[in-house]
């Protein structure tokens, strides 16, 4: 869609007119709520301009998120100024970023509201395409298990931090490979070897290199269990992930004791490691008990 949004008063924020159209995946939190709302129900060519309240907007200001702290707390290496972005850490690992609105001699204030907090907001909405693009709810997954015993219980609970992560993420088009009955992204192209898969966009054998893809096409991949499947090709296969995506995510067996199963048979985060040339994950997950242990890598690649 392309957008035009300014304050009540008439201050213009941003717009997208005279540039590329913004592109966001309802439902995972990618855009405010409003114009999430608003979105919802419009057809390809339609326009409307709609009045979004902060509640709906960027939440409401809330002065306990401000903060004075003596200019001894300040960066050494930073010389305090109004307007001044900084990055910060909460107790729970999370990044926040902190605005300087206030310096004297002695302090600095810190305010980790969104510079839009409390503001009421009016957009221009043009929507110029709609593509199906969602994740997998917990309803369709039970609905697989009544299907398929290969959707067991236990298979939820990587499935669903795979979820958690792309919801934090902002994404247009989807690559995965070896998805069986059904993608973790509704509208998600599809890479594998089996004809017989649904909705397939290739029909072609990972470990035969290259992909028929181009470069940078994707701007994301996905591949849960299928890393162990591509015979000696892993290394090579990663590369092709690196060429065709900016960021992957990828789930393993780990640690599995099974050596008639060789497919599946120790692997340790050190043969991940070489599978994926060594590239250190921005994050990383274990799921599941010692005996059947999975582990999901979270790649963005520059």
């Known amino acids: 869609m392309h957008y035009t949004s300014k304050l009540d008063d008439g201050t213009a924020l941003a717009s997208s007119i005279d540039g590329t159209s913004m592109r966001f995946t309802i439902g995972v939190g990618q855009v405010i709520p409003g114009l999430e709302q608003a979105v919802v129900g419009m057809n390809p060519g339609e326009s ?9 907007a960027y939440g409401p200001y809330r002065n306990e998120m401000t903060q004075v702290i003596a200019r001894s707390q300040f960066p050494k290496h930073l010389k305090p100024e109004v307007g001044q972005k900084l990055q910060g850490r909460q107790v729970n690992g999370q990044t926040i970023t902190l605005m300087v609105t206030g310096v004297s001699e002695s302090s600095v204030t810190l305010d980790a509201n969104h510079p839009l907090a409390g503001k009421n907001l009016t957009v221009d909405i043009q929507l110029v395409d709609v593509s199906e693009m969602r994740l997998m709810t917990y309803s369709e997954f039970e609905e697989l298990r009544k299907q398929d015993p290969y959707y067991k219980k236990s298979r939820w609970g990587y499935l669903k931090e795979v979820i958690g992560i792309i919801t934090k993420e902002s994404f247009n088009s989807v690559l995965e490979l070896g998805a069986y009955k059904q993608p973790i992204v509704h509208g998600s192209d599809i890479m594998d070897v089996n004809p017989n898969r649904p909705n397939l ?28 499947h591509l015979k000696d090709k892993q290394k090579e296969a990663f590369k092709e992930v690196i060429r065709t995506s900016k960021m992957a995510i990828l789930s393993f067996p780990l640690n599995w004791n099974c050596p008639e199963n060789i497919r599946h048979h120790n692997i340790t985060e050190e043969k991940i490691s070489e599978w994926t ?12 008990k010692r005996s059947s242990e999975r582990i999901i890598y979270f790649f963005k690649f520059k």
Do not use: C, M
Request: avoid cysteine.
């Open 277 to 288: 040339l060594h590239i250190n994950p921005v994050k990383k997950i274990k799921v599941g």
């Open 48 to 56: 409307k301009t709609v009045n979004i309240p902060s509640d709906k």
């Open 201 to 228: 966009t290739y029909l072609h054998d990972a470990t035969r290199i290259p992909w028929p893809v181009e470069n940078s096409k994707y701007d994301l991949f996905i591949a849960l269990q299928v890393w162990e």
